[in-house]
Every structure is written in structure tokens, then in C-alpha cells.
């Protein structure tokens, strides 16, 4: 298990379920502001071996959408508030996603239902901030109404995590519900010259060339550059792109009219801002501004967990396993980062605190 994942002392009222559970994020952030979580679901038997081995809580290989009430509220500790937490699959609300027939988006009013039936003392979702003009913005609003309906105080913001001390350009949609009275996130801790950067958060990690590794560590790997991408990064200057090169450099889909706009790619970050927002393909430097600022190469994927806040030691895969790129990317991307769980929970631990909820020593 992960040395930050040890049996830390659970102080918080309440306990937890944490729906669309992935690998881990939002329950490792819970755990450290002191809830006791009781288990993780997710479709994805992927997100296993890093939700239990990082977080000490049993992983449910479940759909949600098959799930019942009755075996959801068998899962929570009995005399503890009972909390429930989930990021259902954003996919179908990303700009990059311009589809609206996706089903995974009914997983949402999923969700909501599962909250009807088993009305936990406290809900959280979290997700992207297109929810909320997505379809006119009649699925967040639905989900709004039915936990009104159930009798919930409801809150939600979309929060820029530098706020709050991550070091990347995340914005997130969260909502939070209580039985109990209205319950709100806390300020943000960080003013935009305090934002964290990327050298705080990975300035100090050993240096490696493009399709290297440290032993040590095997998840610190980076892909391999082809010759011609080689020369675009040494190109490159950070906060940059490729419109900066030199014309034989220049790929041929961003010289017509319909590729001129795509900027954002092929650039390096800037060391002492934020990095850009991490996406499931963050590990590949012709998917975003993702060059390393310094070194020749793209993010390695432990570059990536850290900025999505991650313990320096969070094991994703069984050591001697094959490190998969597209696989740990997309489970990297998609999480929940820690801190925000951290900010959540938090938020949850002081709300149930000031209406009387004290976990028994």
C-alpha cells in the first residue's frame, strides 16, 4: 500500500460511498480529511488494483445503472452519517465530445435516483462545467430538482482548482446536498500569484529523455518522440506552439484554413505557471501544450498524476506489469484530483461538525 495511503486515523463523521469510483481520486482526498470510506464502484476493472491497494477500502465491480438502492445502503457504516459521493463519466459533457446521444449521460439521473431511494444524510457530485448547458441545461437542473424534491439543501459552483492550490487549469462543476441545512464549499486558500506551478509540483523529479524511465519508479516514463516531433520540441518555447516553427516543420493539416485555430497543441508548458488541464492523452506532446518546459520530451505519467494531485508513491499498476500509455492516461485524465476530494471533504466534515455529528473516538 502506499505510504500515503496507510491506515490514517479516520476523525470525520460519516460514512462513505463513492459511486464512479475510478482510481481512486475523489476517495483518497476524502480519506484525508478523515472519512472512513467503505467502498468504491466503477464499470472499469482497470481502476481496481489502484483504488484498493491506494485507498484501503473494498472496489465493487458494478454498473451503476444495475445497481439497487437496498444493496447501496447495505455498503454504509451503521450509526455513521451516511454520505454519498460520485463523478459520473463526463465524457458526454467535455467540449471534446460534441455528441449528444452518448447514454452514458442518463447515468447522472442514475445517480439521482440512487439518492431518492436511500436519501444519504449528504450527496457530492462532482463533474465538468458543460453540465450545466448541456441539453439546455435540463439534466443538471432534473438532478438539481430531484434532490430539492427528496428534501436536500442544495449548493453548487464551478470552482478553478488553482484556487484551491492545484497546480493546473482545472475547472470543475460541484454540487453538494445535506438533509441537514445548507452546506457550501470553503473559500479558496490561493490568490493567482500563490497558484502553484509546475516547478513546485514536479521540478524535482529526476530528469529523463523522451521514452525513458526510472527504475525506481516506473510510472516516471515518458513516450517516444519521432525524429521530425524531436525536432518540433526543440523547437518549441514554453507557453508556445507551433505556429512558432519554422515552415518544414509545420504539419501539413495545420497549414489549410480548417487547422490554423488548433494552437493549443504541440507546446510546452510554462515552469512557473499551472500547467494546462490534463487530459486523458496529457502524456503525448502533439495532444495539447503538454512539452515538458525544459526537458525534450512530454509529460511522464507521473508528471501527470502529480498535477492531478496524486501522491508522489500512488501506484497504478502492479510492479513488473507493462506500462500502457493509452490505459494509465485515460485512468490519470479522468480522475478526480485528490485535492478536490481533500476541499470536499472538508466541506462535508465541517458541515456535519456544526449540526452535532462527532465520530466516537
Known sequence: ?????????????????????????????????????????????????PFEQNN????????????????????????QPKILVGCAPCQPFSTYNQKNDDPKWRLVERFGELISEIKPDIVSMENVPRLLEFQGGKVFEDFRATLETAGYQVQSQVVFLPDYGLPQRRSRLVLLASQHGPISLGKPTHRPEQYRTVKEAIGK?????????????????????????????????????????????????????????????????????????????????????????EQDRGLSLREGAILQSFPADYQFFRRGERVQFKALGRLIGNAVPVLLGQVIGTAIKTHLEQHGFKRDA
Open 56 to 79: 484501503g477500502a473494498r472496489f465493487l465491480l458494478k454498473d451503476v445503472v444495475e445497481l439497487k438502492g437496498d444493496d447501496l445502503a447495505q455498503l454504509f457504516e451503521v450509526g
Open 1 to 49: 500500500m502506499s505510504s500515503e495511503a496507510d491506515d490514517r486515523a479516520v476523525s470525520a463523521p460519516g460514512s462513505v460511498v463513492d459511486l464512479f469510483c475510478g482510481v481512486g481520486g475523489l476517495t483518497h482526498g476524502l480519506r484525508k480529511a478523515g472519512f472512513r470510506v467503505e467502498a468504491g464502484i466503477d464499470l472499469d476493472e482497470q481502476c481496481r488494483y
Open 205 to 293: 523529479l529526476p530528469p529523463i529523455e523522451a521514452g525513458g524511465r526510472i527504475d525506481a519508479d516506473p510510472l516516471h516514463t515518458s513516450s517516444r518522440l519521432s525524429p521530425i516531433n524531436l525536432r518540433r520540441i526543440r523547437a518549441s518555447t514554453p507557453g508556445g506552439s507551433w505556429n512558432d516553427w519554422d515552415d518544414e516543420l509545420v504539419a501539413k493539416c495545420h497549414t489549410v484554413q480548417t487547422g490554423k485555430g488548433y494552437r493549443s497543441v504541440y507546446g510546452r508548458m510554462r515552469m512557473e505557471e499551472p500547467s494546462p488541464t490534463i487530459t486523458t492523452q496529457f502524456f503525448g506532446f502533439g495532444n495539447g501544450r503538454f512539452g515538458h518546459p
